[in-house]
């Protein structure tokens, strides 16, 4: 963090200079003193999500020879790990992209121009998917779904029974929709394409719940799974991964829409230059190792765990403020509520706005705005990775200082249930 009065500092509280405080002289009075935000600026948007300090050393090295040596080694070891992590036994497929580029990766290695797709709504990010499908020539349908609630498993069954020519190739669905704060149910969904005994190949979006929350690749049966590396894996932005069943890894043979850099087929084999059509990301993938043995060092079991609690924390400190009348949750069912993130309703004009400023730059904690069909009508609170009790409970005390320094209504005491909830719950 800068020190107090730094000139970048000052440029970043621009909108908060007070004339007169600046008139004198910033390096003895600040650029404004009502400000209880210096230190580390805690960021709790989901995704880049907080880097361990041990991932951020991890990177800070010289890069090292590309064709031999540890580097082939770290490539394997990640790749294992990324399998583990998806419960694949297959090898994954890494890519020096974000989340889009492994969208794209997925669509493109299984499927041809024309092939019908459906597109599982519940919230923003399968739709988004789909839309990248449109684009490059498939033909989508989206079973409308809405923001308040999951996919309903039966009605995936009542749709693709309904398809009679077998005209539908893939199933589209986030496990977790980042924008409204649904999980999905991943294994039912997969029950219920089995239940239609229709053979579309099962297409899962993990990138706001992979390392977070349970997901069994070859247990529910999904083809075709991907993730990235910037939310629940700790790691910067940049990497992602598709993890294929062999169904999928077979129906790639006649995908028409292969490309040569996306290829899985190009990425096979022994050679490492090819596991990355190029170069490798080196510090990406010290990173990434690093963040993997943290990781493995916790114990997925561990983590699952540790994401339940701090996300019933945060809906219970919710559920008080919603008492207010002004704020609720985006997902009515609480267990259709994630475990990585919580998208929370603010009525009233500009509040979310306020109330999202105020705690950036008054308290230097960084929420997510709220997403689509509740832009500028909500805010986000990620925890997901690397958090722990402080960070979220110290989010939550300012949310409500921010709350109360505003005249939001709300429901007094949502810091103090969500520590009932944890010491009831975390046993000494
Ligand atoms: C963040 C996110 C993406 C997009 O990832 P980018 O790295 O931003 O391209 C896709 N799906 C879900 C569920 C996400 O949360």
């Known amino acids: 963090m800068m020190g107090r009065g730094s000139f970048s500092a000052m ?5 908060l200079l007070n004339a007169q405080c600046y008139r004198r002289d910033a390096f003895y009075w600040g650029t404004d003193i009502m400000t209880v935000r210096a230190g580390r600026e805690f960021l709790a948007i989901p995704g880049p999500t907080t880097m361990p300090d041990e991932v951020l050393a991890a990177m800070h090295r010289p890069a090292i020879g590309i064709y031999a040596g540890p580097l082939v080694a770290i490539t394997e070891s990640i790749l294992t790990d990324v399998g583990r992590l998806f419960r694949s036994a297959r090898r994954p497929y890494i890519y020096i992209a974000n989340g889009h580029g492994a969208w794209e990766a997925a669509l493109t290695n299984v499927l041809s121009k024309g ?7 519940s919230g923003r990010f399968a739709t988004g998917w789909g839309a990248m499908a449109t684009g490059l020539g498939c033909e989508v349908e989206v079973l409308p779904g809405q ?23 893939a199933v589209l669905v986030v496990q977790v929709d980042t924008a409204s704060g649904v999980v999905n149910d991943i294994p039912a969904i997969g029950a219920a394409i089995r239940a239609a005994r229709h053979d579309a190949l099962f297409m899962v979006d993990a990138v706001a719940s992979l390392g977070c929350m349970p997901f069994e690749m070859d247990g529910w049966g999904v083809d075709v799974a ?9 790691t910067p932005p940049g990497l992602s991964f598709v993890a294929a069943s062999a169904r999928a890894r077979k129906l790639h043979e006649n995908a028409g829409l292969r490309t040569p850099y996306w290829d899985w087929t190009a990425r096979e084999g022994e050679e490492h230059y090819r596991k990355y059509a190029g170069t490798p990301p080196e510090h990406l993938l010290f990173g990434l190792r690093k963040a993997l043995d943290m990781i493995a060092e ?15 924390a945060v809906q219970r400190a919710v559920a008080v ?6 704020i609720g949750f985006s997902i009515a069912a609480p267990a259709e509520r994630s475990n990585t993130v919580t998208a929370i309703r603010l009525d009233g004009e500009g509040r979310a706005a306020a109330l999202v400023d105020y705690c950036r730059n008054r308290c230097g904690v960084v929420l ?26 110290g989010t939550l005390g300012v949310v409500e200082t921010g709350l109360a320094a505003l005249g939001i209504p709300h429901g007094r005491g949502g810091t103090g249930a969500a520590i009932e909830w944890l010491a009831a719950e975390v046993k000494p």
């Open 147 to 169: 923001w308040d609630r999951a996919v309903r498993p039966e009605e995936v069954t009542a749709r693709l029974a309904a398809d009679h020519e077998r005209r539908i190739k």
């Open 226 to 234: 991907m993730a990235a590396s910037q939310k629940g894996l700790m």
């Open 298 to 312: 916790e114990g997925t079991e561990a983590i699952f765990e540790r994401h339940r609690l701090l996300a019933g």
């Open 115 to 121: 092939d019908k797709v459906l597109v599982l709504e």
């Open 11 to 15: 440029a970043r509280m621009a909108p």
């Open 368 to 393: 997510g705005h709220a997403l689509g069909d509740l832009a500028g009508r909500g805010f986000r609170i990620a925890h997901m990775g690397h958090v722990n009790a402080p960070m979220v409970l």
């Open 321 to 326: 403020w919603a008492e207010g009348g002004a």
